[in-house]
């Protein structure tokens, strides 16, 4: 279908792993965005993966992409209660035969961090 | 560092008001995009812009139009307010090239209430 879509809850406990799971539906696009909100605050962009990429590291984040099943995933090592947020994947998709684009989101995913 | 200022943090409206939400980036950036953000649905676009006085429909435009008069002023107009536009705003924008890694900068969004 035309939707981006993800789980809308993930409860893990602090210390542990988190993985959150996003499948997107354009195979063109050509970078791939998680976003993380922050109560009462806007989306701040949190890492992004290029489409030529397989996984791409940042420090307790590792950001896995599957081309094949337009399958995007976030995991967070050593969860922390400060990572408690809303985590939003998004795709990037073109017009026809020109680079003005746009983003299209998931539903976003409600990751809650028990101490 | 961009900066996406939106006026208000939080905005009450009476049924069949004309309400503005302005929004304004300092990175001149060409693309500016204003969204609506309600549980469980995610983000949905509403407008959005390419350039100084155009303007393009996003998913949801019914009840809203736009304003962009200025490159770094995108404006967000409900006609006669309706409880159902009661919800989170929030304002984005972004660099012309889109294929570029370049995101999408949130402002802190404005929580609006019809009454």
């Known amino acids: 279908g035309e939707d981006v879509e993800q789980s809308l809850f993930l409860s893990v406990r602090e210390g542990d792993s988190s993985v959150i799971n996003c499948t997107y539906t354009?195979?063109?696009?050509?970078?791939l965005y998680w976003y993380k909100q922050e109560p009462g605050a806007g989306l701040q962009l949190l890492t992004y993966i290029f489409s030529n990429m397989d996984m791409k590291q940042d420090q307790r984040l590792t950001v896995l992409l599957n081309k094949k099943d337009k399958h995007l995933s976030l995991r967070i090592a050593d969860t922390q209660t400060g990572d408690s947020a809303i985590y939003f994947c998004a795709e990037t998709r073109y017009r026809r035969g020109s680079t003005l684009g746009r983003l299209y989101f998931g539903r976003g995913t409600q990751l809650t961090v028990w101490p | 560092d961009v900066k996406v200022t939106q006026s208000s943090r939080y905005l009450v409206k009476r049924t069949g008001e004309k309400v503005f939400l302005e929004c304004v980036q300092d990175?001149?950036?060409?693309?500016m995009f204003w969204y609506r953000q309600d549980p469980g649905l995610g983000l949905r676009l509403i407008y959005f812009?390419?350039?100084?006085?155009?303007?393009e429909k996003g998913d949801i435009p019914e009840g809203y139009s736009v304003s962009r008069e200025k490159k770094e002023r995108f404006s967000l107009i409900l006609e006669s307010a309706s409880t159902n536009q009661t919800s989170m705003y929030l304002c984005a924008s972004t660099l012309k090239e889109f294929y570029s890694n370049q995101p999408q900068h949130f402002g802190d969004g404005t929580r609006l209430s019809i009454l």
């Open positions: 812009s390419y350039d100084v006085k155009m303007k």
């Open positions: 990175m001149d950036h060409e693309n």
């Open positions: 354009d195979s063109s696009s050509t970078y």
